[in-house]
């Protein structure tokens, strides 16, 4: 069970009023459909790329669950026809696995992608996990505190400290923390760190990236040797996961 | 060079043989010297001279000649016993002797040599021919091995694919029906998993074996990799424990020139072998830097591996003396290795001193030239 699965179960999020759920396949729409339902007031149902956008626009969901096979279009075609209109988080069910696929996702605008095979609870978990993210990032950024074992990070104070210790951070660090807090539960492609965290172009991301998170790990994280906090995703990039 | 000494006994041979018959013909005839002509003894003579130039080659036949030549006027040409001529004609017997015998001996070896390169020449075109019909079925049989291989590939590629969607299915209506209440349905949904898995490793291997890797070789820690790995293994580490060290100074920062995703799926592999024939006691993942190489190596006390079982742990498919007990495709490591030469590293095993088994993955060493420091940063606000 990982941490935001956890972290969303013990403050559960408010219910969901629709959930959009799009799917060619009727057999599987059922299953996932079985999942969502219990997280929302009310499930819609799309099979192609242009019920998905047409549904998207008229009945605004709170989240979509897209899966990528679509009978007339490619998934990622109808997740960037949503994107030009609507900020609904969007969870990607996808059978594609390689890093370029996911990284394509996400720069697309995904929020977030569940891997086949998934287990429902692990697509609960992240429609959870998504709608309480949506509905934090309602509140002000700086009531963030977050408290995991020896560290307590306050975004609002902009302090860190390990065991009641004051932790010095850099402001390239600082920076880093919190937009990865920011984005909790939400996984940040290497170039989506580079623009936000660095807003340029040039320069090595993957050397000024992978540094930096090692530096804030080793400052930031209970036990650094094995992150919890900042947890790396395989070739895709970065997510932070709050803590129980 | 068993041919040459071959031939070299075959001359002795005739010179023994040629060197005999002269004495013995020499012997016969003596006695009879009154009672012949010449032109006898001479065709006598003659006979043996082609015999000896057949086998022994222009030295014995040359030889042969000078000495009938002598033997003739010495003893068979009055005045006996002398070098000298009674009659004014012998000499043309002694002349047409000679004459006769060079020139045959000299032919004979002419054609004997014709002959033999002749022989030789249909020897060589026998045997390119042999090895052009050689070559030629290897090169069909490589190529209809290698037809069959990528034909292999691409049916593991599409079935793996297609496999998993309809196992998604499976998998969520399974979990559904156990949610229900039904008992059986929750291993439906465990072997689905399994199966999805197993699929997912075929179609990393067909990948490995076809050259479609997608490697990324990009600047990497080590650091990252390990607590990635601990984090995958977190699930199975529970009983046993995994420690976790990054050797070294910890403000150098050991980097790497590997593709993360792949190098992961290879460490996390060797780290989940190790945690089940551990056996409870703790597994070592370490990294370190050798030479040029960013080293990762996973440390067991498990059982060790036999010869038998080190020689060939890491072909495809192959399960071990002792594999019996431990489910699994047998194709983790042959994949992990195949992923690791791919980005110029190696994975090798060791046995550990003091029991146990070291899997050492390596990888190219990135070194950091210029450490980036906070004054890198944005405009902070």
């Given at each position: ?62 989240l ?73 990032e ?38 880093l ?7 909790a ?18 320069g ?18 209970p ?22 | ?18 060197a ?14 009154l ?17 000896g ?22 003893d ?25 015998g ?106 490995t ?16 990799l ?63 830097r ?6 990762v ?85």
């Amino acid at each position: 069970m990982s941490a935001s699965e956890t972290a969303a179960m013990t403050e559960a999020p408010k219910r969901a009023r629709l959930v959009l759920l799009v799917d060619d396949d009727p057999t599987m729409r059922a299953a996932v459909r079985q999942t969502v339902s219990p997280l929302c007031d009310a499930v819609v149902e799309a099979g192609t790329v242009a019920d998905c956008v047409k549904a998207a626009r008229e009945a605004s969901p709170d989240l979509i669950v897209l899966d990528l096979g679509l009978p007339d279009g490619d998934g990622l075609d109808a997740l960037r026809s949503v994107r030009t209109f609507s900020t609904v988080p969007i969870i990607v069910l996808s059978g594609r696995e390689s890093e370029e696929d996911k990284v394509a996702l996400l720069d697309a605008g995904a929020d977030d992608f569940v891997t086949k095979p998934f287990s429902s609870a692990e697509l609960a978990a992240r429609i959870r996990s998504n709608l309480r993210r949506a509905q934090l990032e309602e509140r002000s950024e700086d009531e963030r505190r977050i408290e995991t074992g020896p560290i307590v990070i306050d975004l609002m104070r902009r302090s860190v400290t390990r065991n009641g210790k004051d932790v010095r951070l850099t402001p390239t660090e600082w920076t880093l923390l919190r937009t990865l807090v920011q984005h909790a539960g939400r996984t940040l492609s290497h170039k989506q760190l580079w623009e936000l965290v660095w807003g340029r172009e040039f320069g090595d991301p993957q050397l000024h990236l992978r540094v930096h998170v090692t530096h804030l790990r080793r400052k930031v994280e209970p036990e650094p040797g094995v992150p919890t906090l900042i947890v790396t995703e395989p070739g895709v990039g970065y997510r932070f996961e709050l803590p129980r | 060079m068993p041919a040459a000494l071959e031939r070299r006994r075959s001359v002795l041979w005739s010179w023994l043989l040629w060197a005999t018959l002269y004495a013995v013909s020499t012997v016969v005839l003596l006695p009879e010297r009154l009672a012949l002509r010449v032109a006898h003894i001479v065709v006598v003579y003659l006979l043996i001279i082609i015999g000896g130039s057949l086998g022994g080659g222009r030295p014995l036949g040359f030889t042969l000649v000078g000495a009938a030549y002598f033997i003739i006027a010495y003893d068979f040409i009055p005045p006996y016993h002398d070098i000298g001529l009674e009659k004014d004609n012998d000499w043309l017997i002694l002349l047409g002797l000679a004459a006769v015998g060079l020139t045959t001996t000299e032919l004979f070896v002419r054609f004997r040599q014709q002959a033999r390169l002749a022989e030789a020449r249909a020897d060589e075109i026998e045997s390119l021919s042999a090895e052009r019909e050689r070559l030629r079925q290897e090169a069909a049989r490589a190529e209809t091995l290698q037809e069959a291989e990528r034909l292999k590939n691409a049916l593991l590629a599409s079935a793996s694919h297609d496999l998993r969607t309809p196992l998604q299915t499976i998998l969520t209506l399974a979990e559904q029906a156990a949610a229900a209440g039904d008992a059986a349905a929750g291993q439906i949904g465990k072997e689905a998993r399994r199966l999805q898995e197993y699929v997912g490793t075929l179609l990393d291997w067909s990948r490995t074996r076809d050259g479609t890797v997608a490697l990324r070789p990009e600047f990497n820690l080590a650091e990252d990799l390990l607590g990635a790995a601990a984090r995958a293994c977190r699930g199975l580490a529970d009983g046993t424990q995994l420690r976790v060290r990054v050797e070294g100074d910890a403000s150098e920062l050991l980097a790497g020139e590997f593709d993360f995703a792949l190098t992961l799926r290879a460490v996390v592999n060797l780290v989940e072998n190790a945690l089940k024939y551990a056996g409870g006691t703790p597994v070592e993942l370490v990294a370190l830097r050798e030479g040029d190489q960013m080293v990762v190596e996973v440390r067991d006390r498990g059982p060790g591996l036999t010869p038998e079982d080190a020689a060939h742990v890491f072909d495809p498919f192959y399960r071990g003396t002792t594999a019996g007990r431990q489910a699994g495709s047998g194709l983790g490591l042959a994949i992990a290795r195949e992923f690791a030469r791919a980005q110029r590293g190696d994975l090798t095993w060791w046995p550990r001193p003091g029991g146990g088994s070291i899997f050492r993955l390596t990888v190219p060493l990135a070194v950091l030239a210029s450490p980036p420091d906070a004054g890198t940063m944005p405009g902070y606000t």
